[in-house]
Antibody, heavy 118, light 111 residues
Framework: EVQLVESGGGLVKPGGSLRLSCAAS????????LIWVRQAPGMGLEWVGR??????????DYAAPVKGRFTISRDDSKNTLYLQMNSLKTEDTAVYFC?????????WGQGTLVTVSS | NFMLTQPHSVSESPGKTVTISCTRS????????VQWYQQRPGSSPTTVIF?????PSGVPDRFSGSIDSSSNSASLTISGLKTEDEADYYC??????????FGGGTKLTVL
């Protein structure tokens, strides 16, 4: 069974940093393309970025609003995906979900809440 | 960049059938697969349709997906509506420059 568990969310001041983690199990992690999606309170889903598997080049892509501030990485030895968030803004307040596509089916974690406020 | 447009809300009675549309602004809807996600209040999204019209294991066959090239749109149809189907539904597709594009979401009310 595919399981994704995010952690690391919390309250941070504008300009601050936070690192989210997503621990995965139930599939061959190193072969997976991994995605971060966020959802601001009362709003829709927004793609944050993704990292391809190393065998597919390991390319990392970011959405325009976070490019240059957020960094996605993966540790295949720990089956864990990371999202380093720097220079946080109030508009980054959201629940952050990690997502994997396994045999064409997207699986979602339960999400972790990030609140950026002074 | 292309956009996916969904109705803001739909409502229908239990036992009836409802269809939610997802219209692609540019590029062919048939060129890239469409997925549909269900998000119940307070929960994370789950996939109900992938690859335009396929259901993951465990999703009832009351849920179906389709593509209409003439209107450049995808549709999610839910038949035999149940109160538990009340949720937000999002479509998603992609192209070579935009890996994950979501529709704005549709709130389904089963009344």
């Amino acid at each position: 069974e595919v399981q994704l568990v995010e952690s690391g969310g919390g309250l941070v001041k504008p300009g601050g940093s936070l690192r989210l983690s997503c621990a995965a199990s139930g599939f061959t992690f190193r072969n997976a393309w991994l995605i971060w999606v966020r959802q601001a309170p009362g709003m829709g889903l927004e793609w944050v970025g993704r990292v391809k598997s190393k065998t597919d080049g390991g390319t990392i892509d970011y959405a325009a609003p976070v490019k240059g501030r957020f960094t996605i990485s993966r540790d295949d030895s720990k089956n864990t995906l990371y999202l380093q968030m720097n220079s946080l803004k109030t508009e980054d307040t959201a629940v952050y979900f990690c997502v994997i596509v396994y045999y064409s089916v997207p699986y979602w974690g339960q999400g972790t809440l990030v609140t950026v406020s002074s | 960049n292309f956009m996916l447009t969904q109705p803001h809300s739909v409502s229908e009675s239990p036992g009836k059938t409802v269809t939610i549309s997802c219209t692609r602004s540019s590029g062919s809807i048939a060129s890239n697969y469409v997925q549909w996600y269900q998000q119940r209040p307070g929960s994370s999204p789950t996939t109900v349709i992938f690859d335009d019209n396929r259901r993951p294991s465990g999703v009832p066959d009351r849920f179906s997906g389709s593509i209409d090239s003439s209107s450049n749109s995808a549709s999610l149809t839910i038949s035999g509506l149940k109160t538990e189907d009340e949720a937000d539904y999002y479509c998603r597709s992609y192209d070579s420059n935009n890996p994950w594009v979501f529709g704005g979401g549709t709130k389904l009310t089963v009344l």
